[in-house]
């Protein structure tokens, strides 16, 4: 998940990056989506946009739980930002529980020195500002979202979460992790070697897996969330750790390619039919990964791929949280969808 945030004013938002391949077969119709089990958990992110508030408190959503993605590290262990009262408040009336998501993010991308520094060098102060931070009132628990880790900080971050976790839970709180999502441990992967999801499912209750960003803008175009390689991660995760700690991770968005550069750029689920309908380009359907794809020339003439899910292919991967007896699904990010996304979420099974 080689994605970057940009942290303004005491919010942070993401900016999502993506890279690879998929076939030419049209796209098969929409089929109709059973309701949502109230046994799974339906994991939103919030990113403190208006447009991902407005998503927050819709009450016409199968969102049951939210990650408020605002809270920042620091090497020292301290923390900035702050959670919004005024969703958590009303979320808890409306029966959502709430979740604050902690990141490792520094001026520009997700800063590893950052982790070390608040995990290891600060690690009992770090905890203790965590602790204190998850006695907010409505708050059900803390999502740590550290990403980027140096390879080396593998076992330190598995002790980490163990400290914390005897922590959270000595005071009834709940502990979620973000991992990137991989098919198998390997040690050459410098991206996915530090999470060791073992260890770390010894002590979590959650393991929000991020089957998204399978490719990104940077290397050559592909399926954001290849439903092939998503089974694949989460039959890895699921022989790892018990499944029903596991949230497998949906995209709101998609990723627009300049085909000739690579360069590229999110395009959020919500504005998709109007790229559809500016470019004219046919929709086409990857039946071997579950996505949709368009291929268009720019006003410049520069040849681009459009890689995108749609009510389709959001079914058929909402559907491995039953397949899987998972936890539930996640959704980044809170603000990027519409009412359609939402229908499609529903297929999340029993």
């Known amino acids: 998940m080689n994605y970057t945030r940009v942290s303004a004013s005491l919010f942070f938002s993401l900016v999502l990056t993506a890279c690879g391949g998929g076939g030419n077969s049209s796209p098969a119709p929409n089929p109709v989506a059973p309701s949502v089990a109230s046994s799974k958990l339906v994991l939103g992110y919030f990113t403190g946009s208006s447009d991902s ?39 808890k009336a409306a029966g959502k529980t709430f979740y604050a998501c902690i990141s490792n993010v520094g001026a520009a991308d997700f800063d590893p020195a950052i982790a070390h520094g608040a995990m290891v060098t600060n690690r009992a102060v770090f905890i203790q500002n965590i602790v204190a931070l998850a006695k907010t009132s409505g708050l059900t628990g803390i999502n740590i979202d550290f990403e980027g880790i140096y390879p080396a900080d593998r076992d330190a971050y598995s002790s980490f979460v163990s400290d914390l976790a005897a922590q959270l839970h000595a005071i009834h709180s709940t502990l979620m992790l973000s991992v990137p999502a991989k098919t198998a441990d390997d040690a050459n992967d410098d991206w996915s070697w530090p999470y060791d999801y073992a260890a770390l499912g010894q002590n979590v209750d959650y393991l929000q897996v991020m089957t998204y960003d399978q490719h990104v803008p940077g290397s050559a175009p592909g399926p954001v969330a290849g439903s092939d390689w998503m089974q694949a991660s989460l039959q890895y995760a699921a022989a790892q750790i018990p499944s029903s700690k596991i949230l497998l991770g949906l995209p709101a968005y998609g990723y627009d390619w300049n085909v000739t550069t690579n360069a590229g750029n999110q395009v959020a689920w919500k504005d998709m039919p109007a790229l559809l309908a500016s470019t004219g380009a046919a929709p086409k359907w990857d039946a071997a990964t579950n996505s949709a794809f368009i291929d268009y020339k720019a006003a410049d003439g520069s040849p681009h791929e459009v890689w995108y899910e749609t009510p389709q292919s959001i079914q058929v991967k909402a559907r491995y949280a039953a397949t899987f007896k998972l936890a539930g699904v996640s959704v980044w990010a809170m603000g990027l969808e519409d009412a359609n996304f939402w229908s499609a979420v529903s297929a999340v099974g029993n």
Not at 66 to 81: F, K, P, R, T
Not at 82 to 89: D, E, G, R, V
Request: charged fraction near 5%; aromatic fraction near 0%.
């Open 53 to 91: 508030m407005t998503s927050a408190t819709a009450t016409a959503t199968p969102v049951n739980a939210v990650s408020m993605d605002q809270i920042g590290a620091a090497s020292d262990g301290s923390l900035s930002g702050m959670l919004s009262a005024s969703l958590l408040s009303g979320g």
